[in-house]
């Protein structure tokens, strides 16, 4: 996937800032972040729970919760900045150029209405269908995300789906006005790990039909090594990794990065299975809760390789082909280099 | 003294599930089946499963917090699925639970300290001085410091939750701790510590555990022996290392392939293991094998004969009708970096 | 891993119980504020105002239909009584009968529903038949049989009153048990080797509390309205003045005395419209679901 040219960057984010209106003036959630999705690609975003990951894409679709405002940075689709756009605007943005699917189908997809009267409702908003087209349309979306028997699945109420299922109508409700971006927030956690797997190979067809562009974000990089081609890492609000998904995995740059991989059991099949697991590497502490971050590295208290030049921030630096990191030990502590 | 801590036998627990028509006979989804094991004293009994397989049912039925419908459950020789009342009360003080979420299975109203102190009080175990200094021990066990005891749940992070959970757990000094999906509700960073903490406990206090989760590779981490359970029943039982190295049923193989390594080796597998679909509702289970239809594998007899757990080698079970002519996948090729 | 103690969050002084909370966000609270406060000095006048203001009520002293005036502040009625002595003294009336009744309303429902909902089964489909028979009676006649077999008195009333607006409590609780008996720390408490007592109690009962102690609130209101309206149909307890045997006694005379049947609706609007309020302020207090994540 290296070799090729880089098709155009549908999603830019350039020193994205989100802060929290506190008592004690602003308290920043996400601070200078910065990444890009190329078009037809896939950027994983990754993190573990409070380092920011929902809050940015809740500012890509320009529903931060009360409280929470993005001011700095600028958030550009398809060179459009969606930071400074008109409420009227990113409304008819979203559902048709930008779409979303979340972590829990059930609450997404609204109990009163058929799935096939969901699909249509979005065809008739952004494309202006008339009834009969939309339902036509409907149907051939549940037959591209693979719904069996989709002719009467049309009729039926999101409950009487099972979780797959309702997170497949929740992709052809998402992907039904061919949108440029995807933004899919933990799509498969609530599932299991079969139908995850059936998931995200749905997500990858689909991808290759559209050209759509899919930021996926996620607390677990193994799971998503297969479906991302990029990843940038999060932690506490700042970007500390970005890079190619296999390389990312295979040799990690920022100490967090590396711990987090390191800290999950691996499956070990075959002859591997045999033999006793060794103790799990562990990170201590937590991730510092808001308004709680030092002034430093955010991951310095938790770091073994700390020193005394982590109390400044490091930036995020250029660390070999196509990827970057943001610690001050980088270069003087890569693991291996990546040829 | 037998190396056999719990013994289960036939375990069954059914659910009324109303009526099929307003006059129709009674249906009841079968969460769990007839499922038998044993688990040895100081070792983990995984199951694993999909959500929907039974796994959380067993717990809670071992647990006695769900009517058993059929079966019997012994531990160390207590009956303790004939046990009632308070006899059963008294009882619990041997059998703990770890819950899945650690925000849910604390009472927000008290704090810290008073839930794990609870056991020791509604169960009279030692004199309340004896019990204040049981708190600080145990908190200092899990890794918490004295000063937590005073704080309400909402005080702490998951993580720190789910030790409180466990020292609550190990409270009453049990020989037996179900674990359901202790995990899955924490970071990643924060299962690591968990897990450890899990195994120190187990080396240090020579606790059974009874480890559900969905999740291959926590319990193979974890596990001495593994159940692989599918609509309510179990389809494969091993040692740990046996199960992932020679899995012999198909609905093992395509849970294997789920969760096998990303990368070129990875996607053969789900290629081939990988089951298309869904579990069929536990309602009106499929009269055969209840894999039956999702398995790639399938023929005419698995679909009206049921297949029964039979011994594929030493210690080891599975169900299916054509285990001998299937074999064994090849995963040579797919070892995890 | 043996010396890897995690870090606590920064903690408080004093930790921060849930139910202080609650009270932090209650006195917060604008309107539930307000209620507090009109409640606090209806009680206070009705308590205090009778000695202060020494008028007896039932003293025929001024004219018949005297206007508000120096002599007599809020006018005087038929029978020339001073209105304002008669709504300082009924207030006692109307508010230990609200909160009698309120307490009786919420003592049989919450009893009821704990059982229902905690054991379900036979239990469960017993109780709920009954409550569903006193919710089905229409609740002001049946006081009003009460009232008329057992005579007048105001512990009669109270009762009466308590014993029909009991329903609507048991079933919240009921269905508060439902959802919390299902919660895994109440599993936890199972195994944890507690007996149904104190389950039911101990540890269902404090998390399925605020929606009742809301519903107690308004329960309150519901049963000053019912004295209310029982004392204006002249069931009233003819020994006792309330604000609504006051009403019942002027309404006749609406057109020549307006102050002698405004000022008693008055005061009975101001107290139940306080009740709501106050309700409102513990539900969102109390909820929170409802509060902003501070």
Request: glycine share 10%; charged share 15%; aromatic share 6%.
């Amino acid at each position: 996937m290296s070799g090729t040219t880089i098709p155009p960057l549908a999603l830019s984010v350039e020193h994205l800032g989100v802060t929290l209106a506190g008592r004690d003036g602003p308290l920043p959630v996400l601070e200078d972040v910065s990444f890009g999705v190329p078009a037809g690609r896939t950027l994983a975003l990754i993190g573990e729970s409070g380092c920011g990951k929902s809050m940015a894409a809740l500012a890509l679709m320009g529903l931060l919760p009360e409280g929470l405002r993005c001011d700095t940075g600028a958030i550009r689709l398809l060179g459009e900045d969606l930071a400074v756009a008109p409420p009227a605007r990113l409304r008819a943005l979203r559902g048709s150029t930008l779409s979303m699917i979340f972590q829990e189908p059930m609450t997404a997809l609204n109990p009163v209405f058929t799935v096939g009267e969901q699909i249509a409702e979005t065809l008739r908003l952004h494309q202006g269908l008339d009834a009969a087209a939309a339902r036509a349309g409907a149907l051939e979306m549940l037959r591209k995300v693979e719904i069996p028997a989709a002719a009467q699945r049309l009729d039926a109420y999101p409950h009487q789906l099972s979780g797959g299922m309702r997170q497949r109508v929740m992709i052809a409700i998402a992907l039904a006005c061919r949108p440029r971006l995807l933004i899919a927030d933990e799509p498969t956690t609530a599932l299991d790990v079969t139908v995850q797997a059936q998931i995200f190979d749905l997500l990858k067809t689909l991808q290759r039909e559209t050209g759509t562009a899919i930021l996926l974000i996620s607390h677990d990089l193994h799971a998503v090594a297969d479906i991302a081609d990029e990843v940038a890492v999060l932690y506490a609000g700042t970007c500390v990794e970005t890079g190619p998904a296999s390389r990312v995995l295979a040799a990690p740059e920022h100490p967090y990065t590396r711990a987090l991989l390191a800290c999950s059991p691996r499956l070990r099949l075959g002859a591997a299975a045999a033999g006793p697991a060794p103790d799990l590497l562990e990170v201590p502490g937590m991730v510092p809760p808001l308004g709680q971050r030092g002034p430093g590295c955010r991951f310095a208290p938790r770091c073994e390789l700390a020193g005394a030049d982590c109390n400044h921030p490091p930036p995020l630096r250029p660390a070999g082909a196509g990827r970057a990191a943001a610690c001050w030990r980088v270069g003087d502590t890569t693991l291996e280099a990546v040829a | 003294m037998n190396d056999v801590l719990l013994d289960v036998t036939n375990l069954t627990v059914r659910f009324p599930a109303g009526r099929a028509g307003p006059f129709g006979p009674r249906r009841h989804v079968h969460a769990v089946d007839g499922v038998s094991f044993q688990v040895r004293r100081a070792s983990t009994f995984g199951i694993v499963g999909q959500s929907g397989s039974g796994k959380s049912t067993v717990a809670l039925a071992l647990m006695r917090l769900v009517g058993i419908s059929g079966g019997d459950v012994t531990l160390d020789g207590m009956p303790l699925s004939a046990l009632r009342g308070d006899a059963l009360r008294r009882a619990r003080r041997d059998f703990q639970m770890v819950f899945q979420d650690p925000y849910a299975s604390l009472d927000p109203r008290r704090r810290a300290g008073a839930l794990i102190r609870e056991p020791l009080d509604l169960l009279e175990i030692g004199s309340p001085a004896e019990r204040e200094a049981e708190v600080l021990r145990l908190l200092s066990q899990v890794g918490l410091p004295a000063e937590a005891g005073r704080l309400f749940p909402h005080q702490f992070s998951g993580g720190q939750r789910q030790r409180l959970c466990i020292a609550r757990a190990l409270a009453s000094r049990p020989r037996l701790v179900v674990c359901d999906e202790p995990v899955s509700a924490l970071d990643v960073a924060v299962q690591a510590q968990i897990l450890n903490l899990m195994r120190r406990l187990q080396r240090q206090l020579g606790l059974t555990y009874v480890f559900i989760s969905h999740d291959l590779a926590v319990v193979q981490h974890l596990c001495d022996e593994v159940a692989v359970m599918y609509l309510g029943q179990v389809v494969e039982q091993a040692p740990t290392h046996r199960l992932f190295a020679a899995p012999r049923h198909p609905y093992t193989w395509s849970l294997i392939a789920a969760a096998a390594s990303h990368g070129a080796a990875g996607q053969a597998m789900r290629r081939r293991h990988l089951t298309p679909g869904e579990p069929p509702s536990p309602i009106d289970p499929p009269p055969g094998c209840r894999f039956s239809v999702q398995c790639p594998h399938v023929t005419a007899r698995c679909r009206t004969e049921a297949p029964h757990l039979r011994p594929a080698a030493e210690g080891h079970l599975a169900a299916c009708h054509r285990m001998e002519e299937l074999g064994v996948p090849d995963f040579g090729l797919a070892e995890v970096a | 891993m043996g010396g890897n103690r995690s870090t606590l969050p920064a903690a408080p002084a004093k930790p921060a119980s849930p139910a202080r909370e609650m009270l932090r966000h209650f006195l917060r609270h604008p309107a539930g504020m307000a209620g507090f406060l009109i409640l606090l000095a209806v009680a206070l006048a009705s308590l205090a105002g009778p000695g202060l203001y020494g008028v007896d009520p039932a003293d025929m002293a001024a004219a018949p239909f005297e206007p508000p005036g120096p002599e007599v502040p809020l006018g005087a009625d038929y029978l020339g009584r001073d209105v304002l002595a008669g709504l300082l003294i009924g207030g006692r009336a109307s508010l230990s009968v609200g909160l009698a009744a309120a307490l009786i309303s919420v003592l049989i429902g919450v009893a009821v529903g704990a059982l229902a909902g905690w054991f379900g089964g036979w239990v469960d489909r017993v109780l709920m038949k009954v409550t569903e028979f006193f919710q089905v009676l229409p609740s002001l006649l049946f006081a009003m049989v009460l009232v008329t077999l057992f005579g007048a008195s105001l512990g009669i009333i109270t009762f009466a009153i308590g014993v029909v607006s009991w329903p609507g409590v048991a079933r919240l609780t009921r269905a508060e048990y439902l959802r919390v008996r299902g919660l895994d720390y109440v599993r936890a408490a199972v195994a944890g080797g507690g007996r149904p007592h104190y389950l039911i109690l101990r540890v269902v009962l404090p998390n399925a509390l605020p929606p009742i102690i809301v519903a107690a609130a308004l329960a309150i209101g519901v049963a000053i309205l019912f004295e209310g309206g029982l004392s204006f149909l002249g069931l009233g307890d003819p020994n006792v003045i309330s604000w609504g045997m006051m009403l019942g006694q002027n309404r006749t005379y609406l057109l020549d005395a307006w102050w002698a049947v405004t000022f008693p609706g008055a005061a009975i609007f101001f107290t139940v419209l306080a009740v709501s309020l106050l309700g409102e302020g513990l539900n969102d207090a109390i909820n929170p679901r409802l509060r902003k994540r501070g």
